[in-house]
């Protein structure tokens, strides 16, 4: 079954408790920190240029976007955001969202591996685990190539992941229930070890009006534990250098009991082109 449709209408009271508002503080941080750098002789950069450069700064794509909800908190920061994910369902949610704040986010319906823009952007950010659903090298490299295409020169990727020790020492196989006034959910975790595939299936029981009877269904996902070292290749092999690594809970240097970790990758390659072509 195709993940996030029927649990998007349900998808942010299950995650009311998630500190979106910190990871839109950090991560505000870390483009003002690592993202396009004004050049040292900037008072050779005038006009248009600057305004160029300074544009690009500021237009941040949310790879995996969900309902919207960090898209949103990225916005009201200044940032000039556009939205992407697969599920329109979701994209629904976010699009309301959207109606009720008068933001000017553009979303777009497309798988991340097939990523399509109409321009570069100074960052792109791709969190809340959502580069574990890419379950083989080949959708890791796909979507970091595009990312990196995608990127303005010395733009950088934000993304997080889940550790295989999350999967295989904390998750495991485990089961986790939650009541809610109006909606439920049971959430059976089966890992995969030789896959290192992690398996979870949600039933979902949610009232469809006041006092009315209950719906169920069920949705299936399955998202890939990744090493340290692996991602660090991938980015590499999709032409960007890895400028920061960190313990997502600690915002310390990852260890061997880290289960999810940041990745700043900056884009060189387009840099390096220049460099060359301007020498020529």
């Given at each position: 079954?195709?993940?996030?449709?029927d649990?998007?209408?349900?998808?942010?009271?299950?995650?009311?408790?998630?500190?979106?508002?910190?990871w839109?503080d950090?991560?505000?941080?870390?483009?003002?920190?690592?993202?396009i750098?004004?050049?040292?002789?900037?008072?050779?950069?005038?006009?248009?240029?600057?305004?160029?450069?300074?544009?690009?700064?500021?237009l941040?794509?949310?790879?995996g976007?969900?309902?919207g909800?960090?898209?949103?908190?990225?916005y009201?920061?200044?940032y000039?955001?556009?939205?992407?994910d697969?599920?329109?369902?979701?994209?629904?949610v976010a699009?309301?969202?959207?109606?009720?704040?008068?933001?000017?986010?553009?979303?777009?319906?497309?798988?991340?591996?097939?990523?399509?823009?109409?321009?570069?952007?100074?960052?792109?950010?791709c969190?809340?685990?959502?580069?574990?659903?890419?379950l083989?090298?080949?959708?890791?490299?796909?979507?970091f190539?595009?990312v990196?295409?995608?990127?303005y020169?010395?733009?950088?990727?934000?993304?997080?992941?889940?550790?295989?020790?999350?999967?295989?020492?904390?998750?495991?196989?485990?089961?986790i229930a939650?009541?809610?006034?109006?909606?439920?959910?049971?959430?059976?975790?089966?890992?995969?070890?030789?896959?290192?595939?992690?398996?979870?299936?949600?039933?979902f029981?949610?009232?469809?009006?006041?006092?009315?009877?209950?719906?169920?269904?069920?949705?299936?996902?399955?998202?890939?534990?990744?090493?340290l070292?692996?991602?660090?290749?991938?980015?590499?092999?999709?032409?960007?250098?890895?400028?920061?690594?960190?313990?997502?809970?600690?915002?310390?240097?990852?260890?061997?009991?880290?289960?999810?970790?940041?990745v700043v990758?900056?884009e060189?390659?387009k840099?390096?082109?220049?460099?060359?072509?301007?020498?020529?």
């Open positions: 079954m195709e993940a996030y449709t649990f998007a209408s349900v998808y942010d009271i299950f995650m009311d408790a998630t500190p979106y508002e910190e839109a950090f991560l505000s941080e870390l483009i003002e920190k690592y993202g750098s004004v050049p040292a002789e900037k008072e050779k950069i005038q006009g248009t240029a600057e305004m160029l450069l300074q544009s690009e700064r500021n941040v794509l949310d790879l976007c969900g309902t909800t960090l898209t949103e908190l990225l009201r920061k200044g000039d955001v556009m939205g992407v697969n599920s329109q369902e979701m994209l629904n699009m309301a969202k959207k109606e009720k704040t008068g933001s000017e986010i553009l979303y777009l319906c497309q798988d991340m591996r097939e990523l399509d823009l109409y321009s570069t952007v100074g960052t792109v950010v969190v809340c685990d959502s580069v574990n659903y890419l083989e090298d080949e959708d890791v490299m796909d979507t190539s595009l990196n295409n995608y990127l020169p010395g733009g950088i990727f934000i993304f997080d992941f889940n550790t295989v020790y999350k999967y295989e020492a904390v998750i495991g196989d485990t089961t939650e009541n809610r006034e109006t909606c439920s959910f049971i959430w059976e975790n089966y890992y995969h070890e030789d896959e290192r595939l992690n398996e979870y299936e949600i039933t029981f949610v009232r469809e009006a006041p006092e009315g009877l209950f719906r169920r269904f069920t949705e299936t996902h399955f998202q890939r534990g990744y090493t070292s692996e991602m660090r290749a991938f980015v590499e092999q999709a032409g960007m250098e890895v400028a920061l690594v960190l313990d997502a809970d600690t915002h310390e240097a990852p260890g061997e009991r880290s289960e999810r970790i940041y990758a900056r060189c390659m840099k390096k082109e220049t460099a060359v072509s301007g020498r020529d």
